[in-house]
């Protein structure tokens, strides 16, 4: 009896407890309740509210996974177009001159640069003359003679050949595709030897062909692309830093540029093959940048958000599907070891350009005399046979991909900025409200700063100023334009305002 009298004791205490506790909780919720919303801190200092407010130590809303845009049926359509017994009449039309050096014949009407100028440019203007109607194509021959430089002994003519597909309703915004159609030997001053230049840079060539023949019987796009076969690139990047400079001298608002060189083969001299992929090299620093533009770039963590690598980010999201049949590889570098390319004339001039390259080199077919290793049989020499036609031809479909989304889309935003001047962890936006005839709104695309391409979109409409609750502190930020048509520019990365 006393022990069943104790442990009626002990519950009771038990009970009392648990209602005490429970009363002094609701006590302490009413008066969380009836506190003010700001502190005295924020009462004495009015920026408290915005730097320290509780309300941004674990902001809600971070859009949703980004989906990359899909090719439309009208470009996969245009792709599938593409021919690789197109690509290959191109290539050997071009190694029949025998050679293409820069300081070859001009003249001769079979053999050399100018035979394959005045080729290039006939065939061009035959592809152009089946423009559908509305669709307004040009070509020419611009040049100038290049007067005695390193690797140019002599004064010499430099042309391009130039097709271009004017814009419809914001012309002087430009994407350029190129190939170099000049080739060489080991001799880089042996301008007599046959010089094919099949994959270097016959395939290039071939690329730009292509996309003119399947872009031509479309209608115009809004912005204008331009497909250019330029010379002089063995010598010095000759002919694309003359395109380069005459866009510059024009206004042109160059957007994006493309160089397509050595992308003929799918097999490297260690025998590993990869006809499924793409190189495209993309610079990050700008090298057009002020000390003082580097400086901040530097400081707020932007090294790999440069104009060139929001364009492969681009490329990578618009031409890795089904509609190409490829995977597009971004290496963040300006170009191999001990190479260049036609990108960089672009590059310094502050336009957003990159590099196509096959995915492994053999370097026995580069730059070569076309000869057999009498010890080993090895054959040297930049021949056709080495050549993988349906390889480039997916290659040309990834360029369609890109310069025809980017040609379709509303343009890159400008003057985009972040505003830093106060502590928070939300984070304001804002960017030039574009003027483009089909724009219909804006997004802000974010990733974690150790991630390589966008992975969040968060779509804030047709505005120039936008907070997202997303801290700038952990993560890289992107402004993009959307055309009413579904197509999507590149991303601009912000700075400080």
Known sequence: MLSQSLYLTHVASNLFILVVLAVSLANAAS???????????????????????????????????????TPTAELREMLS?????????????????????TLSSQTDPVRGIGAARDWLAAEMRRIAAGAVRGTNVTVSVPS?????????????NVSDVVATIHGASDANRVYVVTGHYDSRVTDILNFTDDAPGADDDGSGVAVVLELLRIMVTRPAPPATIILAAVAG??????????????????GA???????????????????????????????????????????????IGGENDSPARELARFVHEVATNSATGMNVRVIYRLDRYLRGGDHEPFLD?????????????????????VRVDPATGKQFGDLIEFCDFDFIARVAKVNGAAIW??????????????????????????????SDVGLARYEVLWRPTDVPFWTNVIPVGLVN???????????????????KNGYRSPATFPFPA
């Open 465 to 483: 100023e936008v907070t997202v609750n997303v801290s700038k502190d952990n993560v890289a930020f992107g402004v993009r334009a959307v055309g």
């Open 233 to 250: 690139e063995e010598q010095g990047l000759l002919g694309s830093d003359f395109l380069a400079q005459t866009l510059f001298d024009q």
């Open 31 to 69: 008066l969380r309740r009836s506190d003010p919303p700001t502190s005295p801190a924020s009462k004495v200092n009015s920026l408290f509210a915005r730097q320290c407010g509780t309300a941004d130590i674990w902001p809600k809303g971070a859009g949703k996974p980004l989906i990359p845009q």
């Open 81 to 101: 177009r593409i021919n690789p017994k197109d690509v290959n009449s191109t290539i050997s039309k071009l190694v029949s001159f025998g050679t293409r050096h």
């Open 144 to 156: 100038y003679i290049q007067q005695p430089v390193n690797r140019v002994p002599t004064p010499t």
């Open 253 to 299: 608002d160059v957007q994006g540029m493309f160089t397509n060189d050595i992308v003929g083969s799918s097999k490297g001299d260690d025998g590993i093959v990869d006809p499924f992929s793409i190189r495209l090299f993309a610079q990050g620093m700008p090298t057009s940048e002020s000390a003082s533009r580097t400086a901040t770039r530097e400081s």
């Open 349 to 369: 001039r502050g336009y957003p350009a990159a590099r196509f390259t096959e995915p492994h080199e053999d370097f026995a077919h580069q730059h070569q005399d």
């Open 405 to 434: 989304s980017l040609a379709q889309a509303p343009g890159t935003p400008k003057n985009v900025t972040i505003d830093a001047s106060v502590l928070t962890n939300n984070s304001t936006l804002s960017w030039a409200l574009g």
